[in-house]
């Protein structure tokens, strides 16, 4: 099964992923992880995409193609995956075409209200990456990561200045990827309004539709 995630930032896509692998036994591959892996790691490829994150813009298209070229070949791609944050442009799909071909891709709907909030309260561990929310999902312990332990953190890119750049960038950029997939008749969409456990109640039987 090979899934593109579609949403705007804090649709919630990581969370479905999250489920979708568990569920049906194929990766996830977030090209935000990814980056922000080369950024914590100090590449020269990480340093650069650390510029354009940190402002709320996209990195440059050759850079994620790159990128998620490199993570296809994988040889656990090899049974299907789940693309969480790519393609965000016009370019990175028409690129991801001549790289695979894609069996259904799941919109993520949810207003620009819910998401705001849902972003300010984000905090991700530092160790793991573990995605929580200080009002929905809570850690156990205040700062302090469930599953490993590790510090939370408020992203850079997740302060409200950024915020509102992403969302410029998101309805320029990528919200013409709904039609382009539309028009292939590729296209699912799902309400994700409510919580994570909710939203996939309604994403898996359209999932498990295309197995
Ligand atoms: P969100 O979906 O909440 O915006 P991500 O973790 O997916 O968060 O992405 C964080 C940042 O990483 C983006 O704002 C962008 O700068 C960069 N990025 C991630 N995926 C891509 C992509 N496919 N193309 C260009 N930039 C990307
Ligand atoms: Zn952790």
């Known amino acids: 099964m090979k899934i593109i995630l579609l949403g705007a930032p804090g649709a919630g896509k990581g969370s479905q992923a999250k489920l979708m692998v568990d569920t049906y036994q194929i990766p996830q591959i977030s090209t935000g992880d990814l980056l ?29 193609i ?10 656990d791609c090899q049974g299907g ?13 028409e690129a991801l075409a001549r790289i695979t071909d894609i069996d259904r891709v799941l919109s993520i709907e949810v207003a620009p209200e ?8 984000r905090r991700s561990c530092q160790k793991c990456g573990q995605v929580y929310n200080l009002v929905s999902y809570p850690p156990r312990t ?11 953190y408020l992203r850079d890119d997740d302060r409200e200045e950024t ?22 008749g590729l296209l699912l969409t799902v309400q994700g309004g409510d919580t994570v456990e ?14």
């Open 66 to 75: 790159g990128l998620v070229r490199e993570r296809l070949a994988q040889p």
């Open 81 to 93: 995956f789940i693309l969480d944050g790519f393609p965000r442009t016009l370019p990175q799909a």
């Open 198 to 211: 909710e939203t996939f109640s309604r994403a898996r039987p359209l999932l498990d539709a295309c197995r």
């Open 36 to 64: 922000r892996t080369a950024k914590a790691a100090g590449t020269p490829l990480g340093l650069e995409a650390q510029r354009y994150m940190d402002a709320g813009l996209l990195v440059p298209d050759e850079v994620v």
């Open 142 to 152: 205040a700062g302090v990561c469930d599953s490993c332990g590790g510090e939370l």
């Open 114 to 121: 819910v998401i705001i909030g849902r972003l300010t309260s």
């Open 163 to 184: 915020i509102r750049k992403r969302f410029e960038t998101y309805e320029a950029q990528t919200r013409p990827l709904i039609q382009h997939y539309r028009d292939q």
